[in-house]
């Protein structure tokens, strides 16, 4: 029942800005922790940045100084403001959240459909 909304993709130019957007919703759940991930054509998927409950936060060397990941707890809704984009920013974006279930403390891992990025040179 822990399901993920995900939007804010499209094309961009190096150094242009995008926001993705990752909504929650499930009420047996509380969330733990949300994350995005992506993938690029012939790469392994990657994390990109994590937010937890309490607040902290981690990001892929690669993206440090320029994607700034945030939560808004009363929306379970975080966002991922990527700024001054570069080509190999260019992938399929994930939004993943880890949860636990009220009734039963089982931990419960959810992916979201995913969203294009695609930075053009």
């Known amino acids: 029942q822990l399901q993920l909304v995900v939007s804010g993709g499209g094309l961009v130019q190096a150094g242009g800005s995008l926001r993705l957007v990752c909504v929650a919703s499930g009420s047996s759940y509380s969330i733990n922790t949300m994350g995005w991930y992506r993938q690029a054509p012939g790469k392994q998927r990657e994390l990109v940045a994590r937010i937890t409950s309490g607040g902290s936060t981690n990001y892929a060397d690669s993206v440090k100084g320029r994607f700034t990941i945030s939560k808004d707890n009363a929306k379970n809704m975080i966002y991922l403001q990527m700024n001054t984009l570069k080509p190999e920013d260019t992938a399929m974006y994930y939004c993943?959240?880890?949860?636990?279930?009220?009734?039963?403390?089982?931990?419960?891992?959810?992916w979201g459909q995913g969203t294009l990025v695609t930075v053009s040179s």
């Open positions: 993943n959240a880890v949860g636990l279930q009220f009734s039963t403390d089982e931990t419960v891992e959810v």
